[in-house]
């Protein structure tokens, strides 16, 4: 696993579920005719993640992403992940039941990831990625989230060419993210006691300061690795898997990034995540609900 982050290392404690809700596909069991007057009982209730349509239509952010790539991107890979993930689960008992943000906590397993993870992991994060894109997406972000890209990267250029930077830079298949995260820094404080008994002394008491401050991140990560696994809280991700540009842009991923950050991104759905997640963290809560 390799991921670096561009500012320091988070460590936040809050977590953002945007609108994760997983269609859930419950089998047969209400549907079962009545014998005798009775429902026959079930030794076992199953429930199977469903394939989450991206918000658009499929050739709705042409010519910067074909349908074509949609197709194969969403319409297979996407679906080998649910349909791999769903196999697993019907294994596990012990996996059943988690939503799907507790289910990659648990599968991640402290960094030693169960063998769901994996599915479990970029069902999530290409969930996430198709509502990071829009029609008619990249320009500028406005209001609360421009004012935080100022003020954790010092303009909005200067956050655009370390995205892009992040991203060229990720050694074989995997994401990039922008993240929100709680920092806290311990600061230490000194403070002179001058106690004159016997002799002048000097004595320092030194006190540490715990310092917490909301800030934006990049974030690299190496696979199906997503920082919700870190309590970090995703703002954007991009998809750095070759399978999500390769129909378009061959081998080229720096032209496929610099189209995603101006062409496709979507700031609008990044300032609600923003907003969202600012409200929690302002709230103090443990953790945002799954809806
Ligand atoms: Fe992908």
Redesign the pocket.
């Known amino acids: 696993m390799a991921f670096c982050y561009f500012n320091s290392i988070p460590t936040s404690s809050h977590l953002i579920s945007p609108d994760l809700s997983q269609k859930f596909k419950i089998p047969k069991l209400l549907h079962r005719k009545k014998r005798f007057g009775v429902l026959p009982r079930s030794s076992k209730v199953t429930a199977f993640y469903g394939l989450k349509a991206p918000p658009y239509e499929l050739d709705a952010l042409e010519p910067y992403m074909s349908k074509r790539t949609i197709d194969m ?1 969403w319409g297979e ?1 996407h679906r080998n992940f649910i349909e791999g993930l769903n196999k697993q689960l019907e294994k596990d008992d012990i996996l059943y039941g988690y939503t799907m943000d507790e289910l990659i906590k648990v599968t991640y397993n402290n960094g030693n990831p169960l063998p769901e993870f994996n599915n479990a992991a970029e069902v999530w994060n ?1 969930d996430f990625f198709w509502e990071s894109m829009q029609p008619g997406g990249g320009d500028m972000p406005v209001l609360g989230l421009l004012q935080q890209i100022e003020k954790d990267f010092g303009s909005f250029t200067n956050f655009k060419e370390k995205f892009i930077e992040a991203a060229l830079t990720l050694f074989g298949s995997g994401w990039v993210w922008l993240v929100y995260y709680l920092k806290r820094n311990i600061v230490v404080r000194y403070f002179a006691l001058i106690l004159r008994v016997i002799d002048c002394c000097e004595h320092y008491l030194v006190v540490l300061v715990k310092r917490e401050e909301k800030q934006l991140a990049i974030v690299k990560t190496s696979n199906a690795i997503c920082p919700i696994v870190w309590d970090d809280i995703p703002i954007i991700n991009l ?1 750095l ?1 070759e ?2 540009y390769y129909l378009d842009y061959k081998n080229d991923r720096a032209k496929y990034v610099n189209v995603f950050m101006n062409h496709l991104v979507s700031w609008n759905a990044a300032t609600e995540r923003l907003a969202y997640a600012e409200a929690f963290v302002n709230l103090g809560e443990p953790k945002i609900p799954v809806a």
């Open positions: 991107h890979h290409h998809d898997w399978h999500a």
